[in-house]
Antibody, heavy 120, light 108 residues
Framework: DVQLVQSGADVKKPGESLKISCKGSGYSFTKYWIAWVRQMPGKGLEWMGIIYPGDSDTRYSPSFQGQVTISADKSISTAYLQWSSLKASDTAMYYC?????????????WGLGTMVTVSS | DIVLTQFPGTLSLSPGERATLSCRASQSVGSTFLAWYQQKPGQAPRLLIYGASSRATGIPDRFSGSGSATDFTLTISRLEPEDFAVYYCQQYDTSPWTFGHGTKVEIK
């Protein structure tokens, strides 16, 4: 099956670091971009950025540039989203998603999401 | 950033009725670069329409998309019980990609 499998929910304190993952399977991981999308509780969808695992070319939304780091390890078909110092406002569901073809495309494959809770 | 405004915010309809959802962009979006997604509670979004009017794989033909430039529409010809959900439009023409705030289609 073609799928994106995300890491499990996590609870952290403000100031802590975190790295969540998204593993692709059933397709050639290095040939498709992977994006990260945030959904805060009860809110809409926000595109954070995107990476091409083949060469780690990465693009960020200005709203998230400098706030998170997107990376990928093509040897294990896994993309990552990480924070060095979490804030309470980072509490959200985070989805990874794959565009249909190139990065200028709609997302036809989504992970189930990783819920990140940041609370003291 | 391109702002996508979806209206109405909530649509209250009965099964079997027609749903018309609108998405207006703050600047012109190439029609190749407009998508619609469905999201149900506790689930990830699902792609319905890409390129403004092309149905994604496995999407029933009661879903259709139309529009160009700054005005786009998602139409559900006859609502089925499983269609009650939140719908988002998204532009992927100009970075950063942006989503509308969603239209909730609820049972009347």
């Amino acid at each position: 099956d073609v799928q994106l499998v995300q890491s499990g929910a996590d609870v952290k304190k403000p100031g802590e670091s975190l790295k969540i993952s998204c593993k692709g399977s059933g397709y050639s991981f290095t040939k498709y971009w992977i994006a990260w999308v945030r959904q805060m509780p009860g809110k809409g969808l926000e595109w954070m950025g995107i990476i091409y695992p083949g060469d780690s070319d990465t693009r960020y939304s200005p709203s998230f540039q400098g706030q998170v780091t997107i990376s990928a390890d093509k040897s294990i078909s896994t993309a990552y989203l990480q924070w060095s110092s979490l804030k309470a406002s980072d509490t959200a569901m985070y989805y990874c998603a794959r565009p249909r073809s190139n990065w200028h495309d709609a997302f036809d494959l989504w992970g189930l999401g990783t819920m990140v809770t940041v609370s003291s | 950033d391109i702002v996508l405004t979806q209206f109405p915010g909530t649509l209250s309809l009965s099964p079997g009725e027609r749903a018309t959802l609108s998405c207006r962009a703050s600047q012109s979006v190439g029609s190749t670069f407009l998508a619609w997604y469905q999201q149900k509670p506790g689930q990830a979004p699902r792609l319905l329409i890409y390129g403004a009017s092309s149905r994604a794989t496995g999407i029933p033909d009661r879903f259709s998309g139309s529009g160009s430039a700054t005005d786009f529409t998602l139409t559900i010809s006859r609502l089925e019980p499983e269609d009650f959900a939140v719908y988002y439009c998204q532009q992927y023409d100009t970075s950063p990609w942006t989503f509308g705030h969603g239209t909730k289609v609820e049972i009347k």
